[in-house]
């Protein structure tokens, strides 16, 4: 058996470092658990989740009681703490944020703290985002705008980022007020590809063809086996029943929009009519924030092509606002006295209102005019096959993509899925006794979610397999005596939806041939 060291690091100044005092939890930890990447291992209904760290820590000394004012943590027993699991040798296992410290007191002194920890999708998911409407925006730019909206710009404690370039132009995008995660999940789905998180605490996103043109996907990193004598070995393997993950029929939809004719996006409800009409203060400013689509607007409303920023008085026929010494408007026009500068937020705009007399003002009239953007109906896409039906019964699955940009992007996508799920398929979990020897260890601690592995249960086990697997979720757990055990959720490598079209019209799987980075024959299979 390898002698495994590791180590636990909390960054509790924040400084990015992990040198902060008392920061090195490792000679009083009694066990760690971690986990990340989909909740799992399937592209078509597995959504990537945070992963998270749960530790159970000494407290003898009660210097992890946030209560306790001789602690030398005393005020920094908070959450958002970033903290680090990594081996001996220095490769990172996992990396993630605090999200709670609760003290375990006992009677007989044995005093213990739980750490339960998320990764970067936790930390982000905290935030709410309001993306607004976007036209033509590439999906690795989405999500850009998303991290940006939830202030993930890779200072401390936030992390950096791995972003490939898309392969799908969304025609429009928007989320509305969102969490972050889903605002992400809703751009992972139109792609088609994967996000996830990395051992160094970034937040990656793969494209649809991430995993047939990158080395650690189209080479097998490692074989594990059920042979005695095999170097790299696995305790048990467990296989999902494939019966319960067969679709044979894929619906895609796709939300066409069209821009309509200049009309009245907003007016302010608070004016002079009601003689509500909002302060500009002396020498002071005011915001005021225009949405469209409100609660009041069409239903088919999604967004703004263009805010056209009001001017004052009427002077413009794009908009206008009025100002006034009385808030019902029957006092001194005030109008000349004010600026205004407008900001375009997608399907928000914010117009300041900066008073430039020694008297209050009153702002008794505002309307907003620009080209909304309608939803039209909606074309469904239905793709099946007769065989899988004729043998397994009718197996609907509908696609959660919302931005395909054309009906070809969404024949695309479900046709890629109907390939993968129309027949069985093995899904697997295997376990690890990671500290078995030096090279168990190794491997376990340097995998990576989307790596590349071949699987021979063909032995002892009985399953027949032999092929390529993508690792789709990692879990570690280290006991008090540092055994260290590893689950690997596998997906064989014929699934992952892949496209070299920047159309969103490509055929699909890494078992299919793709022009310049596949092998006929060892890489692919023929499409059906």
């Keep these: 058996m390898a002698t495994a060291q590791y180590t636990l690091l909390v ?25 990340t990447g989909r909740d799992f291992a399937s592209q078509l209904f597995g959504k990537t989740v945070s992963g998270r760290l749960s530790a159970l820590v000494n407290n003898r000394s009660g210097d992890y009681s946030s209560f306790n004012a001789s602690s030398p943590l005393y005020g920094s027993l908070y959450p958002g703490h970033r903290i680090l699991l990594k081996t001996g040798s220095g490769d990172n296992i996992w990396l993630g944020y605090i999200e709670s410290i609760v003290p375990g007191p006992k009677v007989d002194g044995n ?5 339960e920890a998320i990764g970067p999708f936790g930390y982000i998911n905290q935030k709410m985002v309001q993306a607004g409407l976007s036209t033509t925006i590439d999906t690795d730019d989405a999500v850009k705008e998303v991290l940006d909206d939830a202030g993930w710009d890779g200072t401390p404690p936030s992390g950096g980022t791995q972003i490939s370039t898309g392969n799908i132009q969304m025609k429009v995008f928007w989320t509305g007020t969102v969490r972050a995660m889903e605002a992400l999940q809703k751009i992972e789905e139109t792609e088609g590809g994967q996000l996830w998180e990395t051992t160094n605490g970034e937040i990656g996103f793969a494209n649809r063809d991430y995993r047939v043109v990158t080395s650690r996907c189209t080479t097998s990193q490692a074989t594990l086996t059920d042979s005695l004598s095999g170097t790299f070995t696995y305790v048990q393997v467990n296989q999902e029943d494939p019966m319960r993950y067969i679709y044979n029929e894929i619906v895609a939809v796709v939300n066409p929009t069209t821009v309509a004719p200049l009309t009245t996006l907003w007016r302010m409800s608070e004016n002079s009519a009601n003689s509500l009409s909002p302060i500009i203060p002396a020498s002071s400013t005011l ?18 092509e263009l805010w056209y920023m009001p001017e004052r008085r009427g002077t413009s026929v794009y908009g206008q606002w009025w100002a006034n010494s009385s808030p019902n408007g029957a006092g001194t026009d005030m109008s000349d006295l004010i600026s205004t500068v407008g ?24 309307e907003v005019v620009g080209p909304p953007i309608y939803l039209l109906d909606p074309m469904e896409v239905v793709i099946s096959d007769a065989t899988s039906q004729n043998k397994f019964g009718l197996r609907s699955y509908p696609l959660p993509g919302e931005f395909y940009p054309s009906r070809e992007a969404a024949v695309a996508a479900a046709t890629t899925k109907l390939n993968i799920f129309k027949d069985p398929l093995p899904l697997i979990t295997v376990t690890i006794a990671s500290n078995r020897s030096s090279t168990h260890l190794n491997q376990v601690c340097k995998r990576l979610v989307a790596d590349r592995v071949t699987l021979v249960a063909t032995g002892s086990s009985g399953l027949g397999i032999n092929e390529d697997f993508f690792i789709e979720s990692i879990s570690h757990r280290i006991d008090r005596h540092k055994t260290h055990t590893t689950q690997w959720q596998l997906l064989p490598v014929i699934v992952a939806g892949t496209s070299t079209s920047t159309s969103g019209t490509g055929s699909g799987t890494t078992g299919f041939w793709v022009l310049g980075s596949s092998s006929l024959d060892t890489q692919t299979k023929l499409a059906a």
């Design 11 to 35: 960054d509790w100044n924040d400084a990015g470092t992990f040198t902060a005092a008392s920061g090195n939890v490792t000679t009083r930890t009694y066990e760690i658990s971690c986990r």
């Design 111 to 115: 005093d213990t703290v739980r750490i």
């Design 287 to 304: 915001d005021i924030w225009a949405r469209f689509p409100s609660k009041n607007s069409s239903v088919d409303g999604v967004g703004v």
């Design 343 to 366: 900001v375009d937020f997608g399907n928000r705009a914010r117009m300041t209102f900066t008073n430039t007399s020694t008297r209050d003002a009153y702002l008794t009239m505002c």
